[in-house]
């Protein structure tokens, strides 16, 4: 009942709103706690955030996802676009190529925080393979899965 926006979603039966709401506080999110200190923790989580010697693929990437969604809980939405990469300002891009951006800077961070005993080969063919010319990076989060797992 202290949360803000309480009254009106209790008055409106809004499930989706409690639902966010409980999302948030199993994500440590506070409420209560300076926004930005917020942001900042999130979205280091998710840099900091290691895919352990045994932990399965599977676990992973359902880890990961979860990050991401805790940082657009936060308001954290758009933070893997761009303007310097794709060429084009947050407020004249299109949805697609927010949405494009974002999807293949997710795709090299879910690869760059893997178990490196597993995945370091692959990311290093991927690296050389982009310093020849031949830049062949999945543009998509399930893309480098897929490439992953193979």
């Known amino acids: 009942k202290g949360q803000s926006g309480y009254g009106k ?3 409106d039966y809004d499930l989706m709103w409690l639902l966010r709401e409980v999302k948030k506080a199993s994500s440590g999110i506070d ?6 200190v917020t942001y900042h923790k999130a979205v280091g989580g998710l840099y900091k955030m290691k895919q352990g010697a045994s932990e399965s693929d599977d676990n992973y990437v359902e880890r990961f996802k979860n990050m991401m969604t805790t ?5 954290g939405k758009n933070i893997f676009y761009s303007p310097g990469i794709i060429g084009t300002s947050h407020e004249d891009a299109t949805e697609e190529e927010i949405f494009a951006t974002k999807e293949a800077n997710l795709a090299v961070l ?4 893997s178990d490196q005993t597993r995945y370091g080969e692959l990311a290093s063919n991927l690296k ?6 031949r830049d062949k990076y999945p543009k998509s989060l399930s893309g480098m899965y897929e490439l992953m797992v193979k």
């Open 9 to 11: 979603a209790s008055d």
């Open 31 to 36: 409420s209560k706690a300076n926004p930005y």
């Open 71 to 75: 940082i657009e809980m936060v308001q």
């Open 110 to 113: 879910l690869l760059l925080n």
């Open 128 to 133: 050389k393979g982009a310093n020849l010319g």
